[in-house]
């Protein structure tokens, strides 16, 4: 329940004085109920209390479903823990970033807040402890799903160009087989007529050669008739001088 400004948090006044070496030692993201011993719970709560003046347990906080990220309250999607340690490892400040823009620090393992970070600027009664805190805080977590989501997009655009392409040229030997059956249609039409064709001529030369055939026939037949007419009346006169 300890706020910032209710704390006697020692402040330098030589803002010579050296910059403590610290960095940052681990980081908690996503952060779980289970991951929390109590006094990081309280923590979280003191946090969430700060940011828009909710009571709230640390289980209702990191319960929190995807709807209410627009009320001044912390959702899980936008929180990480980072713990800062100084040069030996040793953890010196709990900080809870989260929201895009915002944070609380505390000294490590305790519930007193020593800065907080207010619309990305960090705020700090101590000169030299805003100083070394103040590059370790750097990106503030961004929420989580939409970066997945910006992460994704080429690729499913990707996969959609790549099926348009394919839709292309499926369309494109379907034309090419489509064309090519029409091409062959037409051939094997002209063959049929071009055999036809053939087929009558033949007709037509048979059909003239029966007919001379006949007509010579008919012509030799007639020939042999007259023949015969002109020897019959030879023969009679024939007889009729011998008797």
Same mark, same amino acid.
């Given at each position: 329940?300890?706020?910032?400004?209710?704390?006697?948090?020692?402040?330098?006044?030589?803002?010579?004085?050296?910059?403590?070496?610290?960095?940052?030692?681990?980081?908690?993201?996503?952060?779980?109920?289970?991951?929390?011993?109590?006094?990081?719970?309280?923590?979280?709560?003191?946090?969430?209390?700060?940011?828009?003046?909710?009571?709230?347990?640390?289980?209702?906080?990191?319960?929190?479903?995807?709807?209410?990220?627009?009320?001044?309250?912390?959702?899980?999607?936008?929180?990480?823990?980072?713990?800062?340690?100084?040069?030996?490892?040793?953890?010196?400040?709990?900080?809870?970033?989260?929201?895009?823009?915002?944070?609380?620090?505390?000294?490590?393992?305790?519930?007193?807040?020593?800065?907080?970070?207010?619309?990305?600027?960090?705020?700090?009664?101590?000169?030299?402890?805003?100083?070394?805190?103040?590059?370790?805080?750097?990106?503030?977590?961004?929420?989580?799903?939409?970066?997945?989501?910006?992460?994704?997009?080429?690729?499913? &655009? $990707?996969?959609?160009?790549?099926?348009?392409?394919? *839709? =292309? +040229?499926?369309?494109?030997? #379907? !034309? /090419? %087989?489509?064309? @090519?059956?029409?091409?062959s249609a037409k051939k094997t039409g002209a063959k049929k007529k071009t055999g036809k064709?053939?087929?009558?001529?033949?007709?037509?030369?048979? &059909? $003239?050669?029966?007919?001379?055939?006949?007509?010579? *026939? =008919? +012509?030799?037949?007639?020939? #042999? !008739? /007259? %023949?015969?007419? @002109?020897?019959?009346?030879?023969?009679?006169?024939?007889?009729?001088?011998?008797?």
């Amino acid at each position: 329940m300890t706020d910032l400004d209710d704390q006697a948090t020692p402040s330098s006044s030589d803002s010579d004085a050296p910059t403590p070496d610290l960095r940052v030692g681990a980081v908690l993201d996503p952060v779980t109920l289970d991951a929390l011993d109590d006094v990081r719970r309280r923590q979280l709560e003191i946090a969430n209390r700060l940011y828009g003046g909710a009571e709230e347990t640390a289980e209702e906080i990191l319960g929190r479903g995807p709807d209410g990220q627009e009320d001044e309250r912390i959702h899980p999607r936008f929180l990480e823990l980072r713990t800062i340690v100084d040069a030996d490892g040793t953890p010196r400040y709990d900080a809870w970033l989260y929201m895009v823009d915002s944070g609380s620090i505390f000294e490590a393992g305790t519930e007193t807040v020593v800065a907080e970070v207010i619309q990305f600027g960090l705020e700090c009664d101590d000169e030299v402890l805003e100083r070394a805190l103040d590059p370790l805080l750097g990106k503030l977590p961004q929420p989580k799903t939409e970066v997945t989501a910006k992460s994704e997009e080429p690729a499913a &655009k $990707k996969t959609a160009a790549a099926a348009k392409k394919t *839709a =292309k +040229k499926k369309t494109a030997k #379907k !034309k /090419k %087989t489509s064309a @090519k059956k029409k091409t062959s249609a037409k051939k094997t039409g002209a063959k049929k007529k071009t055999g036809k064709k053939k087929t009558a001529k033949k007709s037509a030369v048979k &059909k $003239k050669t029966a007919a001379k055939k006949k007509t010579g *026939a =008919k +012509k030799k037949t007639g020939a #042999k !008739k /007259k %023949t015969a007419v @002109k020897k019959q009346p030879a023969a009679r006169k024939k007889r009729a001088a011998k008797k």
